[in-house]
């Protein structure tokens, strides 16, 4: 069975910083590309951030190239989102999902295999 697991949301003030993790089982998980998504109150999930499935390319929405980094690490298991110089735009419920082999820009448009349950994230001002 496959699961995602997010971690790291917490409350911060704007400027701060925060790094997410998303720890994957049940599947391989080098063979997956990893994204990350946003859901703030009232609005559509929006793409954030994608690596590829050899982790070889990134990908990022304009809002948040230059202040967020994703990353992976195939021995753990584990992908990372490092948050920094965070706006209160940047508020939201961040998701993790992975997907078979896929670019880092496919993940921007394609839905995910899996999903992670998501971590809260908010910034105050």
């Known amino acids: 069975q496959v699961q995602l697991v997010e971690s790291g949301g917490a409350l911060v003030q704007a400027g701060g910083s925060l790094r997410l993790s998303c720890a994957a089982s049940?599947?391989?998980?080098?063979?997956?590309?990893v994204a990350w998504f946003r859901q703030a109150p009232g609005k559509e999930r929006e793409f954030v951030a994608a690596?590829?499935?050899?982790?070889?390319?990134?990908y990022y929405t304009d809002s948040v190239k230059g202040r967020f980094t994703i990353a992976r690490d195939n021995a753990k298991n584990t992908g990372y989102l490092q948050m920094n110089s965070l706006k209160p735009d940047d508020t939201a419920v961040y998701y993790c999902?992975?997907?078979?082999?896929?670019?880092?820009?496919?993940?921007?448009?394609?839905?995910?295999?899996?999903w992670g349950q998501g971590t809260q994230v908010t910034v105050s001002s």
């Open positions: 999902g992975v997907t078979w082999r896929r670019t880092a820009q496919a993940m921007s448009t394609i839905p995910a295999d899996y």
């Open positions: 049940g599947l391989t998980f080098s063979s997956y590309a």
């Open positions: 690596i590829s499935w050899a982790g070889g390319s990134t």
